[in-house]
Structures are given as structure tokens and as C-alpha cells.
């Protein structure tokens, strides 16, 4: 069965520092474009960041640009988000996803998508 797993969500205070991994479960990332997506209650889904599979080139919401990476170990096949300097505004469920290609920013581009994991700031 073709999936993603996600994890590492959790709470944390203000300024911390999370890090959210996505694992390819039935496939291989190699030829994927790889995205985190996040929603917070009431708003509409959004993209956080994304990774080419293909040449490594990364991609920022001006949102997050200097505290969070995204990053990948083709050998576990499995993409990181670091989150750091985070923020109240930073909570939401976030998502990974992936689609055959190059990065999108769309979310309805991206046909495999993992369950969801929490990540609440406190202020």
C-alpha cells in the first residue's frame, strides 16, 4: 500500500523548535516532488514547504523562510521539516504530500498525502 507516515508533532513553547519527519511507505520518494502542507482551525489549507526529489532544490512560504528546512535521508526515504523559532501562528495540522514531478503549490496537485500531525505553539 502506497502511503506517507507522518510524525513528531507535538506542543511546545513559543521559540522552540520541532521536528516533523515523513516516510515513504510502498513507493521510493525518488522521482517525487515532497511538500508539507499545513492547516490551521478555520483556514484553508497552505503550503509550508516543498523538496524536488530529483535535484534537491527546496522551496519557502515567506511565512517560514530562516526558521524552518526541509530536508531528506534517501536512505530511510524520508523527508524532515525542521521547525524552529516557532510561533502561536504556527499551529495547525500539518501535512506532507507528494506528486510525480516537480514541486507545485498547489495542494490539489499532490496525490498522496499522510494523516496528519499536531503541532500546537503555546504563548
Known amino acids: 500500500e502506497v502511503q506517507l507516515v507522518e510524525s513528531g508533532g507535538g506542543l511546545v513553547q513559543a521559540g522552540g523548535s520541532l521536528r516533523l519527519s515523513c516516510a515513504a511507505s510502498?513507493?521510493?520518494?525518488?522521482?517525487?516532488?515532497v511538500a508539507w502542507f499545513r492547516q490551521a482551525p478555520g483556514k484553508e489549507r497552505e503550503g509550508v514547504s516543498c523538496i524536488n526529489k530529483r535535484d534537491g532544490s527546496t522551496y519557502y512560504a515567506d511565512s517560514v523562510k530562516g526558521r524552518f528546512t526541509i530536508s531528506s535521508d534517501n536512505a530511510k526515504d524520508t523527508v524532515y521539516l525542521q521547525m524552529n523559532s516557532l510561533q502561536p501562528e504556527a499551529t495547525a495540522v500539518y501535512y506532507c504530500?507528494?506528486?510525480?514531478?516537480?514541486?507545485?503549490?498547489?495542494?490539489?496537485?499532490?496525490?498522496?498525502w499522510g494523516q496528519g500531525t499536531q503541532v500546537t505553539v503555546s504563548s
Open positions: 504530500a507528494a506528486r510525480v514531478g516537480a514541486p507545485t503549490p498547489g495542494a490539489s496537485d499532490y496525490s498522496i
Open positions: 510502498g513507493f521510493s520518494f525518488a522521482d517525487y516532488a
